[in-house]
């Protein structure tokens, strides 16, 4: 499954400096707000954004899992902006006491398919791209679903 989304839209460009914003070329404070409102409007729970140096994280519970959430503009841009998840792993020792199951791809189906929809729904995103990240940190399989 791909969990990294890259699209354009103006309706996230900052009039401003982000509140809180850590790093002066990082924005996304606009894109996380409206992705943890639209994943609130669709059931889930999700704390405020919190700045980062590369943009902004948000985290959602799902399925027992942590999913965090990174929202960002693209280097150099204020109209590119890419969406990335990564699931919080059980410690090892909940996985020696087996009170865990690796559910990674189940707890962040809902969450992509989620933010897929509102994207395809906004209006406002453009050239929507769907791709993974390689063991080297490389992009690989570019499509225009999440599936």
Sequence with gaps: MRDHVRFHSTAFTPATVDPGQVNTERYGYALATWVATRLKERGFTADSPVPEDWGWLLGVAQHGRVIRIGCGNVDGSVSEWVIWLDVVRPGRLARLLRRSRDGTPNAAYGIIAA?????????????????????????????????
Excluded: K, Y
Excluded at 126 to 138: L, Y
């Design 115 to 147: 933010i897929h929809g509102a994207l395809q729904s906004s209006g406002h995103a453009q050239e929507i791209e769907w791709f993974r990240v390689g063991p080297r940190g490389e992009e690989v399989d570019h499509a225009a679903t999440p599936i």
